[in-house]
């Protein structure tokens, strides 16, 4: 266990220096920089601000001090953002993101995992019919129509809950319904498919024949080995959700990191986009180790080498 732990760690730090590194390179060779779309801005203003950044170094020499601040810790200063640190930039936004996003995990799991499980044991039914339809639409329907649609029916038509921002428990309820509306769908599917085959397996039988009750058959042994994929699934989807979907904090103008980023790549702040993205990848790395772990846990016949 010891070793395999360590071994993941390893690959882990090799995937985020892979993605820092193709992500620095991928940003300078894009055509233009930060400084570009600016106004009325001088060539001798300009040449002072690439200097103070050390935009006019040479590309590997950039390369390296950025990977020396990150070996540190610095995500480095915000090209846009005059007297702001990348690090505190993501340190003031992520926890709003983590908020919503680990509210709409919380509600993904709580409305997909039962749902999965009832159109399993419903198999053939109205009810699994039903819930095969919802779950498709959740699926098939992007994210932005469900902010749209939520937003004009129950905020604009309705007027039940407000549009914009955080300030109340309210606020909360669009933004969660529509960044849960999607896993809430796939783990239901997952859910469904992974039930229907874990029922059908010779240990359910026989225990049925033992006479065991339904419920622990279903409880103790159905869902503990159906529920492997979702934990599969949770790891990147937790990390795609704490971060907020990028599409909804913009639509309900909510302060999180989605809306940062979003703006950092309009305005080519260089500095916060690798930050950004490099803060992604680990904590998306971070998430799918913790699900081998719990995999282990679950299942302790799964060997892990």
Not at 101 to 108: E, R
Not at 253 to 272: A, K
Request: aromatic share 12%.
């Amino acid at each position: 266990m010891a070793k395999y732990i360590i071994k993941r760690l390893l690959l882990a730090v090799i995937t985020v220096f892979v993605v820092a590194t193709l992500t620095f390179f991928l940003m300078n060779a894009v055509p233009g920089g930060p400084y570009e779309a600016e106004k009325s801005i001088s060539p001798t203003a300009k040449a002072a601000l690439e200097a103070k950044f050390g935009l006019d170094q040479p590309l590997f020499k950039q390369y390296l001090t950025y990977l020396k601040n990150i070996l540190h810790g610095d995500f480095g200063p915000s090209l846009k953002q005059r007297g702001r640190n990348v690090n505190d930039i993501i340190m003031t936004k992520f926890p709003v993101s983590a908020k919503i996003g680990g509210i709409s995990v919380a509600v993904a799991l709580i409305v997909g995992i039962p749902l999965g499980c009832i159109s399993a044991l419903n198999r053939g039914k109205a009810s699994d019919s039903t819930i095969i339809v919802l779950a498709t639409i959740g699926i098939a329907v992007p994210s932005f129509v469900v902010c749209s649609l939520s937003m004009y029916l129950f905020g604009v038509k309705l007027r039940w809950l407000p549009t914009v921002g955080l300030t109340t428990w309210k606020n909360y309820i669009m933004p969660v319904f529509a960044l849960s509306f999607y896993p809430s769908a796939y783990i239901t599917r997952l859910m469904r498919s992974s039930m229907l085959d874990v029922l059908g397996q010779d240990y359910m039988r026989t225990a049925r024949a033992k006479g065991v009750s339904q419920f622990v058959s279903l409880f103790k042994h159905a869902l503990r080995n159906a529920i492997l994929p979702i934990v599969t699934y949770v790891g990147p989807m937790m990390a795609y959700t704490l971060t907020g979907s990028f599409i909804i904090e913009k639509v309900f103008t909510i302060p999180g990191l989605g809306g940062e980023f979003v703006s950092s790549i309009q305005n080519r702040d260089y500095m916060m986009i690798m930050g950004t993205t490099i803060f992604l990848a680990t904590l998306m790395v971070f998430m799918t180790f913790i699900v081998d772990i719990v995999y282990k846990i679950i299942d302790p016949r799964i060997n892990l080498k």
